[in-house]
């Protein structure tokens, strides 16, 4: 188990870094920013909302189902950034060693999964009335659904060992390999033919819509990037916690039979 | 609130399904929390501690 193997051989004081790697650690600072975050995000959300359905205005070709792409974009992002940010973790594992980094990863990966779904269900219900269909075997489209798939077999995988140090390589190798995913996913609408229109957003040049559209989208993304954030530093706390259960039971249990 | 026009039904079906979802994972990922939090403290109450708890006195 990782988050209980570190040592503490020696009683000099730790530094930034320890700080940040050592899973104890970690559980006593990271309680200070889950309250911040919550309110953060909540408040976020509730301006975020605010603007979506009262303070901005119906687009002038697709009329008022803009209004889905202030959850559709956020989720759509979040479903690649959390990839992102797995992968940097399964470098973190497999290049450093450091305690959190598989921590993190089997963290995330259930919380992309749900970005992701999210991200294909709006998708789908933006595209029925402006495309005519709810979906299409498009280069986007697809690779948002193998991306999909590839967050549910990772939790599958994170579930199926009882070695999470074992499993914790063997995922982020995995990890690894999938991410050429993401390139795929972003470069689609300028590879193959699709309904996407390219980055709208985030482009040379600057963002190609006005800013009654663009304020009420900016903020619900970073509402929904504070969530995430939000979740994925409890969730690491939980997994901490979890590998701690763990530990405890199986000295509980090597007692019992010592006794 | 808004007339939100003729593709209403598409509208309010997105966001109540992210509504739905994301209530969903914060309830899992809290109850998940409580519960590995409850199961070191019934293991705590058997008597069962990490070496360095007793050393120290560390509570998470």
Not at chain 1, 129 to 137: I, L, M, Y
């Given at each position: 188990m990782s988050s209980d193997t570190a040592k503490s051989t020696t009683a000099k004081p730790m530094n930034w870094f320890d700080r940040l790697a050592h899973p104890g650690q970690f559980l006593i600072w990271s309680r200070y920013f889950v309250w911040p975050l919550a309110i953060i995000a909540t408040a976020l959300f509730a301006v975020g909302l605010w603007y979506a359905f009262f303070n901005s205005p119906e687009d002038y070709q697709m009329g008022d189902t803009v209004r889905i792409m202030y959850v559709h974009v956020p989720n759509a992002w979040l479903s690649q950034f959390v990839y992102v940010a797995m992968a940097i973790s399964a470098v973190g594992t497999l290049v450093?060693?450091?305690?959190l980094a598989d921590v993190s990863m089997k963290a995330a990966a259930p919380l992309g999964a749900a970005f992701t779904a999210m991200a294909l269900f709006t998708g789908a219900l933006w595209g029925r009335?402006?495309?005519?269909?709810?979906?299409?075997?498009d280069g986007r489209m697809t690779s948002t659904l193998v991306l999909f798939l590839m967050y549910l077999g990772l939790v599958v995988l994170w579930r199926s060992f009882d070695d999470q140090l074992r499993a914790a390589k063997l995922i982020a190798v995995l990890t690894l390999v999938g991410a050429i995913n993401i390139p795929v996913i972003k470069f689609s609408v300028d590879w193959w033919n699709t309904l996407h229109q390219p980055?709208?957003?985030?482009r040379a040049g600057g963002p190609t819509m006005p800013s009654s559209i663009l304020i009420p989208l900016i903020v619900m993304t970073f509402a929904f990037t504070f969530l995430f954030a939000l979740l994925q530093v409890i969730s690491m706390r939980t997994e901490i916690l979890r590998r701690r259960v763990r530990a405890l039971e199986r000295k509980s249990a090597l007692e019992g039979i010592s006794q | 609130m808004i007339d939100l026009g003729p593709h209403a039904s598409f509208i309010i079906s997105a966001y109540i399904g992210v509504a739905l979802v994301t209530l969903g994972l914060i309830i899992m990922t809290l109850m998940d929390s409580a519960r590995q939090k409850r199961r070191i403290a019934e293991l705590d109450a058997m008597g069962v501690h990490r070496r360095s708890d007793s050393t120290n006195g560390s509570k998470t």
């Open positions: 450093w060693r450091h305690p009335p402006t495309w005519g269909t709810f979906w299409e075997w980055a709208s957003v985030m | -």
